[in-house]
């Protein structure tokens, strides 16, 4: 009988009516809790995905007849402009529907005739004559002739326009002295010196020479929107949220067949692409077919499903492994042999990109027409060979630091495995992780021993090696300091030929295998997920979805 | 089962816990079956086995070596900013609380700020300017703990300023640095302990946050953290690489917890009466 | 009262400027700048020089500090670097999604936390007491981000319940946006349940010791009546710090618990413009983080004295 | 009105049988090992109806857990190990929770000691007289609100219905005091159980509070148990007494009887200890030379506080105005007043811990708080200060022989054999000579008491404030510590200024008297002029206040209330701090005869 402060038998039944007072009020509150604070913020305008009604609404309102493929983007084109300084990767893939230029890149990415039927170099390759193709018009309906191109030119070289590729018309590559336009139907271009990449600058996707109406700027010179040649009109943008194209009735397709951005271009659908940052948010809004497609990468490839597939092919950026050859233990050219030999490379390549890509030691992407056995000869990992080469440079296992960054997973997973099996052949490698801004300022200050690292495509090989090549003095991000390659590489700058450049490039690859001053790996494959309602999609190497040519039911 | 014998079960708990901690942390990469970084090709994503008892991860490197090594990591990267933020934060406190006047303000408003800016920027900053380091870690997650620890030792200093005792020791004609020193600091000491095991536990749960976004101790060298991010991709077929590293921290913290506790307990004088 | 909130604010003024100058400094400390790393491999000084140019980074730090202030004033957040969207907008869409789930969190968090707190603290060192406090021992220490792993694979990829990725708010879904809500907030609110109900629990038993609990009860006032009427007012000024304390934290986004559930929120913002050194948006965020830091503190003094009138404002 | 009488006429009914009959109460704590420690051994005594009894004990004697015990509040692990309570017929000690809920309140009242916290802080003073007699008498809102302005007018509060909406936090401790009771007896209880109702109270409001409960009790026939630990006090409010020594019942009987003859020897001591003035002790003047010039001065000190205004602002007020006074070697000056009335203020100035507005303090005829560090810190040294809370005043992380020896740290004349002596002197002359090596939580009040005086010996200080040094001790203990003070004194001859609001204190150790009020002395003179012949109506109204305890062991101790002689000059225009705007007095002389004794007037407008 003990009455301690309160009652041990009252308390329970006390204590029990008290919880139940109070769950009852949690499961009430739980169930109302959330949603009266969410729609107090109702009014928020969550537009990472395009609002369902609206996009039905806009859909219903024209009713026209064509279905409309609904691709996703990480964020939204900064710029309507083609090539201007704020462009992004979306800006290239829109604005590939709506513009073109005198010539176009092929999937295998040789030039071919686009606005211009054909065209014809002198002999001392300063001088291009276009003969532009008949009954072309521009969106608003007016024909085009050759002073559109000459406008069009003129207006990209205003440093006004903001045009990023002014450089390579204007002195650092090739200096156009001069457009002349003595008929309607041609043009002429006068340049400084011959130069093998005029016209691969033209069709370059990042900045394309694109032929526009003049009334694509109003009176002030003040750009409004793109008015060009292409099978899709620019018709509505809403900043952060889509960019809509529809067909462009009167548009003439080429005879030949569809290749790259060349050839036949027929427009079956209207295009919506929507913004969508977040890569998960985008796979969840495939599930639920809000879109059709969107881009993804090797590491976060979805599920196998019925309701999506997912379309491979072959990139060109190739994923490389720098090696500082100014560092005082990699200027050896052994040593750089040793690790160049001391892993089996396509073992890794294999396991890297879960069978999607192939070795390539080649800068030059696999996909380019002028790749050849030569360019696919690598190396072949030979243990005895890397002690050798070890012994002779007089290596007693000092520690080299591969830089590498979490952000680009197929970085990271390269740096790992070349670190695990160069330290198992000997080659002591510790990993270094680093924040990926801090990599890039790593990278253009040369300030690394060895770097897993990928360079962004180049559609010309020479670009490529031209990138590579050079003193390391005046320009760190060069990775190659071979004066005879570098002599070789500006021996064909002027030359078109395609067989003189092939054989001048199979022999810089020679130079560069002996040399090591990096190993290419593969090129990282370009890989799209697309719902199984679109048909006729084809992938191909430069990252730039294409939509024309595909048709959804 | 009274509530003495619960009350000290918590504490046994714990230590037990704590102990398995600080033992994996000192002498556990001399034992792990595999080294913590040796890539296999072809285990990759191998299931729990005899073998391999926690699995292998998406590199085919073996789970448990890597917890194991890992607890070594957390530990000093936990233990050294704590150290860190004690004593920076003690310092400038009771200095700020005891002494006053425009110091004290100064302080404070600094606090202020610093409690205002995230941790994360924090992190990221030193993290980058210093190089990836265990050491940047330990000095970000310090310099974020610093601010809440110099708040309790500011107010100890506050009102242990208007105590008799050192009224008096003023009085005798001590100088006010004595005085600080001899009375004020022992006496500050046995909250900020307590604070300190709970900081502990955060700290441990700060870095695995860190090295989650990337920020942490750099890979290679295992964190439990960095573990448990790199796991989010396999949940579909891999997800013992989810449940192992995320069980340790979950341990860890509960054997901290529960130290934390039963230490508080046995220093609070209200507990004395009980007599524990 | 307006004139305390005046002074408050006043006072917070120079706390708000360091934070301000901290960050400036700092992002612009981290080697790496937006232009550079937005042109990448390519080697182009010119453009180089062209962008950071239309960037402003070509001026002194102190010169841009003060170009940003003034706008600022202005009511210009300015443009992000990178994705050329008013930095308002941004914050704009990201803030609604962090504070709906912490909002949400929190008030979830409390209405179970407070009665168990209170509810330990009554029936202090008996068997419901130590279960309490047991089991918040355990989910202080699950860490959230494991929780929310744990979550998404029992209910989104196992049971195939709930959505395992994205974002639909309120506005765009109307009420089936609770099943992006459901994980995220259980994610979050364990550990805050945790944390709010050893304070209550705490300063409760503090409160039922005072003579003004024992004169109630000789009052001859039922055991609710004391518990409810009361110990709960006088015990909530202290848990209402640390509530105060945990929302701050966690809207300024917690960065971890939204990248695990890819939640656009203010920390997944501020994480990925710091990765791409968007210096305007860093600074939008940052500020608007210290503004919440000084509003939260604020409220939180403001409402201490409707539970505890001796402090008058 | 008709419900009173009836209540009234029940209670003499059952006369016959008592209203409460404790019968072998026995209470007890478990300890380590889970045995019960008993508090309470086997105390009986019964009460009637209406009847006022008195439970007298010191700290630890288990009143208070008898009083907890009637109302079933004892703390969590506390015991009942035997014994029966048969309060209105039924045994309380053994009613489940529900019968207590109707027994509380109704039944049985209880007040508090702490007035500060015996109010809940976030409610208003209105809700919570009501909320018991909504809830427990059913009584409907309105009609509660008008009873409880009605209890408000009869406990005396200023402005009831203004007061009804207002905190507690706004009121005084007496008037919370006050409050409580109004609460309590709303509920019109059958028995009230008063703890320590006034210990924290200033004499005079305590007085107040005690007539206005005693006159409650009886208006409404409501049994009082009265548990306090002063004897003097009890005597004059109750009619039986009940005194315990270490949880047992040593002497229990009516008032007068316990008092003239009190048959056990503890409550000889407990009355003996009662301080209380014996002219034979102390002689009225020190035995030094009255001419000689005075150890501290302090002239014309004044000290103002500043509080945080609106904005940035301060706003300051004065707390101690215009105040002069100076002490001798081996003279007791005793400062008198009410709690704010800045008789601390003065000590803190003196030690130069806080700026004075004006005004300045000689030690020895030299001024030292402006001159500058060395000066200030000598200075120190000759001035020791002993604490009220002995257990705030040492260090706990230092044993007793650091404790003392840290006095002489600074004092390079001694060198350290020379130090240690003078501690163990110091140790001795307090008579904890084997303590040295102990910590402070292992003594007793009295002893750290003891200590801190020890500390401020060792330095030979030519003055020690001693700021209320035993109002923290029990009555038996407070003797010695006095008796060992004016030993001491005597021995080393330093000055000693004593801060107290205990009257008794003060008569039995002090040679001089002033009387301080709202930062202003308004009466000053040696100690027998002050008390035999007060002229301030403030300082008549404080004498009054406290009860005299006379007599000794011969015939029996009787307690009255003081005589105070008509005020001789009634025309004069005594000087009331509160009323007067002016702040500005002279001290004249009090015309009672003696030489030193004034009394502050209106001072004529300047």
Known sequence: MNNRLPETSGPQRVAWRTWHAVFKAVAMLIALGCLPLAAARAESTVSTLAPVAAVSAAARAPAPALPEIRFAVGSDTPTSMPGNLA?????????????????????????????????????????????????????????????????????????????????????????????????????????????????????????????????????????????????????????????????????????????????????????????????????????????????????????????????????????????????????????????????????????????????????????????SPVEATGYTSNLAQVRSLLAQAGYHGQTLTLETNRRYEHMYSLAVYMQALLSKAGI??????????????????????????????????????????????????????????RELLRSISGTVDASVRQQAFQQLHQMMIADAPLLVMYDSPDLVVLSTRVHGFTSWPLRLARLFNVTKN | MNLLSLRRLNLLIGSVLVGLLVACALIGQFFTPYKPIDVDLFARYAAPSAQHWFGTDEFGRDVFSRIVAGAGVSMTVSICSVLFALLAGTVIGTVSGFFGGWLDRIVMVFIDALMAFPGLLLALGIMVVLGPSKWGVVLALGLAYTPSVTRIARGGALTLRQRDFVVASQTMGNSSMWTLCRHVLPNSMAPLLVFSTSLFGSALLAESALSFLGLGVPPPSPTWGGMLADSRTAIDHAIWLVIFPGASISLALLGINLFGDGVRDLLDPRMKGVSV | MLSYILKRLAMSVPTVLIVAMLVFGMIRAIPGDPAALMLGDVHDPVLLQQMRHAFGLDQSIPEQFLLWVTHLLHGDWGMSVVRHQPVLDLIREAFPVTAQIVLCATFVACVIAIPAGLFAAWAQNRRTDLVIVFTTIVLVSIPSFWGGILLIWLFGVKLQWLPTFGFQSFSQVGWSSIRYFILPVIAIAMSEIAVVTRMMRASSIEVLRLEYIAHARAKGLSERRVLLRHTLPNAFGPALTVIGLVLGHLLAGGAVIETVFTLPGMGRLLVESIYARDYPVVQGCLLVIALIYVLINLTVDLLYPIFDPRLKL | ??????????????????????????????????????????????????????????????????????????????????????????????????????????????????????????????????????????????????????????????????????????????????????????????????????????????????????????????????????????????????????????????????????SHDYTLKLLEALPKRSVAARPAVPPAAPAADPVLEVRDLAIDYTVPGTWFRKRSFRVVHGTSFSIRAGETLAIVGESGSGKTSVTKAILGLVQPAHGEVLLRGRPFLGAGREALQAARRAIQIVFQDPYSSLDPRMRVGDLVREGLRLDKTLDAPQRATRVARALDDVGLADHAMRYIHQLSGGQRQRVAIARALASRPAVIIADEPVSALDVTVQKQILDMLVSLQAQYGFACLLISHDLGVVEQIAHRVAVMVRGHIVEEGTRDAVFDAPSHPYTRRLLQAVPELRGDRVDGFKVLTRAIPADRDPARKYFDPEKSAAHTHALVDAGSGSPFHRVALEAAPA
């Open chain 1, 87 to 371: 462009r992004n990767s979306t800006t290239d893939t829109v604005l590939a529907h709506v513009v073109e230029s005198l010539v176009a890149l092929r999937a295998d990415m040789s030039i071919a005739p686009m606005l211009a039927d054909s065209w014809n170099i002198s002999p001392d390759g300063k001088t291009y004559t276009f003969h532009l193709r008949k009954g072309v018009l521009f969106h608003n309906g007016a024909p085009l002739t050759s002073a559109d191109v000459k406008w069009s030119f003129d207006y990209f070289m205003s440093p006004r326009a903001g045009f990023e590729c002014r450089t390579a018309f204007n002195g650092r590559s090739v200096k156009v002295l001069a457009v002349g336009t003595p008929d309607p139907h041609t043009v002429v271009f006068k340049l400084d010196h011959p130069s093998a990449l005029f016209l691969t600058h033209m069709a370059d996707p990042r900045c394309p020479i694109a032929i526009l109406s003049p009334s694509s700027v109003d009176s002030h010179g003040a750009w409004i929107k793109p008015i060009g040649t292409g099978p899709y009109e620019f018709t509505e943008w809403k900043p952060g949220q889509y960019v809509l194209l529809t067909p462009f009735a009167k548009y003439l397709p080429r005879a030949e067949p569809g290749s790259g951005l060349a050839g036949a271009k027929h427009a079956y659908a209207n295009l919506r692409f929507v913004t969508i940052p977040d890569a998960a948010a985008q796979m969840s809004a495939l599930m639920s077919g809000q879109i059709d497609g969107m881009k993804v990468d090797q590491n976060d490839l979805p599920p196998a499903d019925s309701r999506w597939t997912v379309v491979t092919g072959v990139g060109a950026d190739p994923a490389v492994m720098l090696m500082q050859t100014r560092d005082p233990l990699l200027s050896d050219v052994r040593i750089r042999r040793a690790i160049a030999l001391a892993v089996d490379l396509p073992d890794v390549v294999n396991a890297l990109s879960n069978g999607l890509a192939q070795y390539n030691p080649s800068l030059m992407p696999s996909a380019n027409r002028l790749y």
């Open chain 1, 428 to 485: 002591n490698v510790d990993l270094q992780v680093v924040e990926w801004g801090k990599q890039v300022s790593d990278f253009r200050s040369g300030k690394f021993q060895l770097m897993s690292f990928g360079y962004t495509a180049r559609i010309d090989p020479a670009m490529m090696y031209g990138d590579v090549l050079g003193n390391k003095a005046d320009n760190p991000m060069v990775q190659w300091e071979d004066p005879a390659a």
């Open chain 4, 1 to 262: 009105m008709n419900d009173l009488t009836e209540r009234v006429r029940v209670a003499h009914a059952c006369a016959a049988s008592p209203l409460l009959n404790v019968r072998d109460l026995s209470i007890g704590f478990p300890d380590a090992q889970g045995n019960a420690k008993p508090v309470v051994q086997q105390v009986s005594f019964q009460l009637n109806a209406g009847e006022l009894l008195a439970v007298v004990g010191e700290s630890g004697s288990g009143k208070t857990m008898i009083g907890r015990a009637l109302l079933g509040l004892l703390p969590e692990n506390a015991r009942i190990l035997s014994g029966s309570a048969a309060f209105d017929g039924s045994d309380l000690l053994a009613s489940s929770s529900a019968q207590w809920l109707n027994t509380r309140g109704t039944g049985i009242g209880m007040v508090f000691q702490e007035p500060m916290v015996s109010l809940n802080p976030a409610f208003r003073v209105g809700d919570q007289l009501t909320e018991a007699l909504i809830r427990r008498r059913a009584v409907p809102r309105e009609q509660a609100r008008v009873q409880a302005v009605a209890m408000l007018e009869r406990v005396r509060v200023r402005d009831p219905k203004a007061c009804m909406s207002r905190y507690p936090n706004e009121f005084s401790g007496g008037m919370r005091q006050r409050i409580l009771l109004a609460a309590v007896m709303l509920l019109r209880p059958k028995l009230l159980i008063a703890d320590e109702p006034t210990t924290a109270l200033d004499c005079v409001v305590q007085k107040e509070v005690l007539d206005l409960m005693i006159a409650l009790t009886r208006e409404e026939g409501t049994a009082l148990i009265f548990i306090s630990h002063n004897l003097a006090l009890v005597a004059a409010y109750t009619e039986r007494v009940l005194v315990m020594r270490a949880g047992c019942v040593v002497e229990s009987g009516d008032v007068l009887s316990v008092l003239s003859r009190p």
